[in-house]
């Protein structure tokens, strides 16, 4: 579209942090007729920024953190005839700055191509704010509300917070609407991927534990049945009984109160099963993250921590055993499917999204094995909740309080 169709000037793709440091521009060196192509990135300091925005190129790469900085930056004199969104999901918040500074430039660019893997990983709704970015609200309607009120009935939870359910021909009708500019394309239809293998290990705590989870539960659930249970009051629950399955607990200082080491056991069991094959790790709290480090430099294992993109070349070269990854910071868009073949989730969380795409870092084009999800699971437990939600395909804010009024009624033997 640059050289050969001369169709476009610059183009702009904006990426999450660790797939705008390395992915694109390395995936190009892999193809003969890209190698040409000038790649400028423009993260780092905001001298480094400038420079790398102001520089002679033909595709400049933006994490999506720096978007309303680049948009504040260039104004009017936006330069980019041309925008990817690597991801477009990130932008699905209608209420968000980034999203609002796209809507600013957006008559300025000629051409918006979105790519993601999970569309809609939470509800239809996810998608107004995408399409908005693509067609300026000429399929699904110019505002959010008009969008909610159209194909969304609307149920507000006596004051105190709002979910939408989708009306019975929502789906049908908003495929029609937006098929003629979006393309949906399954890796198994053009890609011949190996298996993916869901493995749930179930883990038992100890008596010590199990004792310290079930206080810990009767306490803060019973605690919060006394007023009306909200997203924060039950994010907050779920997060300290989450920790509690992995071992540890943040104390209200901040400081880390060590529990016990049942799910650390399990991982080295695990471990001891790949028979020396690396394994991806994600972690869902930092202390988790600390904890794994120990117990590996423990059992002799080579382990890193996921920071930058040397980490992932390292990996792929097969130079450690162990890669240690949060994944709000490696579920997108990185390629690390020949480090190996093995997903161990330490810890979940709520977010459909980041487990999907988390788990594609290996199961992608270019794996040649098998790729088996590991998933560490306390019994009779938050952990419990978790998995089911996320094999439900529904894990949103409206399951998460359900689950909790579901162990409410549990504890008070209703």
Not at 181 to 195: H, R, T, V, W
Request: hydrophobic share 40%; proline share 2%.
């Amino acid at each position: 579209m640059i050289y050969n169709r001369f169709a476009v000037r610059r183009c702009l793709i904006i990426a999450p942090k660790k797939v705008a440091e390395a992915t694109w521009n390395l995936e190009a060196e892999k193809w003969e007729h890209l190698k040409h192509l000038r790649f400028s990135k423009i993260l780092g300091t905001q001298q480094q920024r400038i420079r790398a925005a102001c520089a002679a190129a033909d595709i400049y790469i933006v994490n999506r953190e720096n978007v309303v900085w680049l948009v504040d930056y260039f104004r009017n004199d936006w330069p980019f005839d041309m925008v990817v969104i690597d991801e477009s999901s990130s932008f699905k918040n209608a209420r968000a700055k980034r999203f609002k500074s796209l809507t600013w430039i957006r008559p300025h660019v000629s051409r918006v191509v979105e790519l993601t893997g999970t569309p809609a990983p939470n509800s239809l709704a996810d998608l107004w704010a995408q399409l908005y970015l693509l067609d300026g609200g000429l399929r699904l309607g110019k505002t959010i509300t008009g969008f909610r009120e159209r194909y969304f009935s609307a149920n507000t939870h006596g004051g105190h917070f709002t979910t939408y359910e989708a009306k019975t021909d929502a789906q049908d009708s908003i495929q029609r609407k937006i098929g003629d500019i979006c393309i949906s394309m399954k890796s198994e239809d053009y890609l011949q991927l190996p298996e993916l293998v869901y493995d749930v290990i179930p883990v038992q705590l100890d008596q010590k534990a199990a004792k310290a989870y079930t206080e810990l539960e009767r306490e803060m659930l019973l605690q919060i049945d006394e007023t009306v249970i909200d997203a924060g009051t039950a994010a907050v629950l779920s997060n300290k009984l989450l920790q509690l399955c992995n071992g540890a607990v943040y104390d209200s200082t901040g400081a880390i109160r060590k529990l016990h080491d049942c799910k650390l056991e399990a991982f080295a069991e695990l471990i001891e099963r790949l028979n020396g094959q690396s394994a991806l790790v994600f972690y869902n709290f930092r202390h988790d993250c600390d904890r794994l480090l120990e117990l590996c430099d423990k059992l002799k294992l080579k382990a890193r921590v996921m920071k930058k993109p040397e980490d992932a070349e390292a990996w792929n070269r097969r130079e450690f055993d162990i890669l240690l990854a949060h994944p709000a910071s490696a579920a997108y868009g990185l390629n690390l499917q020949h480090g190996g073949n093995h997903v161990v989730w330490f810890g979940l969380n709520w977010s459909l999204e980041l487990f999907q795409q988390a788990n594609k870092r290996l199961h992608r084009q270019g794996q040649k094995s098998t790729v088996f999800v590991h998933e560490l699971v306390i019994t009779d437990s938050r952990d419990m909740d978790v998995i089911a939600a996320l094999e439900d395909k529904d894990a949103t804010q409206n399951t998460l309080i359900e689950s909790l009024k579901v162990r409410i009624r549990k504890v008070k033997g209703i």
